[in-house]
């Protein structure tokens, strides 16, 4: 049974950093591209950030790039989204999900997904 497992949200003040965590189980990670996405209150869910199987290829979406860097650790099955610069338009539930394909920006591209944590940052 594959497992997501996402920590590492909370209250923030706007200007502040998080680091996101995700880990992975039942499932061969290194096989496995994988992306965040985030969905605020009233909106749909979006793309954040996407990380192939070996680091070779990083997206972010551009509402967050340069604040944000998605990384991972295949030793330790787990991917990361370090958020910085963090403004109150970042509050929403971040997901991290999985994929072995090769399409990446849209939510049915991931066949597995976490059941999220939630980041709120304070203005």
């Known amino acids: 049974q594959v497992r997501l497992v996402e920590s590492g949200g909370g209250l923030v003040q706007a200007g502040g950093s998080l680091r996101l965590s995700c880990a992975a189980s039942g499932l061969s990670f290194s096989s496995v591209s994988m992306g965040w996405f985030r969905q605020a209150p009233g909106k749909e869910r979006e793309f954040v950030a996407h990380i192939n199987q070996n680091s070779g290829m990083l997206i972010h979406a551009d509402s967050v790039n340069g604040r944000f860097a998605i990384s991972r650790d295949n030793a330790k099955n787990t991917v990361y989204l370090q958020m910085n610069s963090l403004k109150p338009e970042d509050t929403a539930v971040y997901y991290c999900?999985?994929?072995?394909?090769?399409?990446?920006?849209?939510?049915?591209?991931?066949?597995?997904w976490g059941q999220g944590t939630q980041v709120t940052v304070s203005s």
């Open positions: 999900a999985a994929t072995a394909g090769s399409a990446w920006s849209r939510i049915t591209d991931y066949a597995w």
